[in-house]
Each structure stands twice: as structure tokens, then as C-alpha cells.
């Protein structure tokens, strides 16, 4: 299997969701917490080359969190939102806000399956109330900018 | 505009009758009375759903034809396919940190507690 094919997404098109699923070499417990310790977490979250500074963190149960992403000391982007449930190693769910779109909110929940001894599958969900919202999200690679992909998607697009 | 775009592609594939529609027209051009065979619709819905599909560039009509069939714009599909793989590359990017975040703590975690088998203690 090609490593650059893992991650599945599935846009359903009748329903503003998103799902995306991957695998990884780890038990459950390690995946969940490199997914709710803010000092793991922000290595790997943010797009390439940006830095991923963390305002607030409180991965618990009725917490919250925001965070901004910096490209070369500018932030380009903030996001923030609740941490409705953290289940440890099995399930967190949380809602997520772009704060250049205030209005709108994903409701994205976690599972983390041990598939075999040492295996965990992710599944992550996200749901928004429109459609519009749900494209949005697929389009956000738009901005949250790898920029050789971009100028391929525009020679594509003046056609 | 190319975020409207797929907006309007997506929200177009939204409707089940218009997906069928489109499936069917990957076989093949059809003119609106073809296509409106299989359903139990008046033209006049038949006709709405096709400008639907036309308004999202996913259909285009000849212009001279009397019979004026259907045709699919494949490329527009191919454009949300790459959309859409675009989105995943961004996903797996980010995954294949994680990769290497999960390894680094699998290293730091002491050998005694990983189970792994055939692991020295």
C-alpha cells in the first residue's frame, strides 16, 4: 500500500459532514494522547511550515481551548472551541471554530479503535449545518496553503 | 469563484434524481425526454433538475441541435475529485507528523511498559 494513500476522506454528499480515517502504528492510548497533550499535539497539527501556538488548552471534559497558527512569526490563523467529551484513548469530541468565520461551528468527534495489538484506527467526523460550510471545510486547503499544489489547482481551474 | 464553484457541484450531486442523472449520462449524451423516461416526474422537474446540473457546469446543452441532448462535463468532476485529494494530502501531511510524534514517544516510553513482543527488557 503507498503511504501517500492512508487517509481516507469521505464527503457525503448528501449530508454537510466530513469523515477521515487513517491508521497508525500505536496502541489507542498513545494516538489519544498525542491528539489531547498540548505539548505533542503542536507538533503535528498545524499546516507545513507554520508553528502552532496554543493560547489556551484544557483537554478535559467540558474544557476548552484556542490556538493560532503562525507562518514566519505572522499568525495567519485562530481557531477555538470546547472540548465536549474527552474519553481517554477511546473517544473525544469537540467543537471547532476559524475565527475569520465566526459563524460558523464543526462538531468534530474522535473514535480511536485498536484495530489489532499495537493498531489504532482513527475515525474523525465532522458536522456542520450547511452544505456550504462542509465545502468550505474541503476548500480550506485553499488557504491553509501548500503553494505548488495551489498554482496546479489554478492552471486547472482557468480552464 | 472557484470556492462557489464546487459549492454549486456539490450542492448540484446533493439530489439523488440528479446523481442518477448523472450517472446516466456518463454512458452517454441523452436528450431531456431520455432522461426523464426512468422517473415517475413531470418534464417540468426533469427540466429544473437539469438546469441544476447546467448552473453547476456539470451539463452542457448544444446550442443548434433541435434535439438539443444532454452532455456530462467530465472535467468538472475530475475538479472535485482533485479538490478533494487535495484536502486528503493536506490530512495525510499532517498524519505523517504524527507518525513520527507517535514514534519519538514510543522511544521515550520505558521498556517495561511497552508489550510489544520480542522486545529486549
Known sequence: MSINHRTVIEADPNLPTVRVIRDFDAPPERVFRAWIDPELIVQWLGPKDTTMRIDAWEAKTGGGYRYAVERDGEEIAAFYGSFHEVRSASRLVQTFTYEGAPDGVSLDTMTFEEIEPGRTRVTALSVVDTMEGRDAIIASGMESGVVEGYEKLDALLEH | ?121
Do not use: N
Request: hydrophobic residues 40%.
Open chain 2, 1 to 121: 469563484m472557484s470556492e462557489d464553484r464546487l459549492s454549486r457541484v456539490f450542492a448540484a450531486l446533493a439530489d439523488p434524481t440528479r446523481r442518477d442523472m448523472v450517472a446516466r449520462l456518463a454512458v452517454g449524451d441523452a436528450t431531456v425526454g431520455q432522461l426523464a423516461h426512468p422517473y415517475q416526474m413531470s418534464m417540468q422537474a426533469i427540466s429544473k433538475h437539469l438546469k441544476v446540473l447546467e448552473d453547476a457546469g456539470l451539463v452542457t446543452r448544444s446550442r443548434d441541435a433541435q434535439r438539443r441532448p444532454c452532455h456530462l462535463e467530465a472535467e468538472v468532476f475530475d475538479l472535485m475529485t482533485k479538490w478533494i485529494e487535495r484536502y486528503r494530502q493536506q490530512a495525510e501531511e499532517r498524519f505523517s507528523r504524527l507518525d513520527a510524534v507517535l514514534a519519538a514517544m514510543a522511544d521515550e516510553e520505558p521498556a517495561a511498559k511497552t508489550k510489544r513482543k520480542g522486545a529486549a527488557s
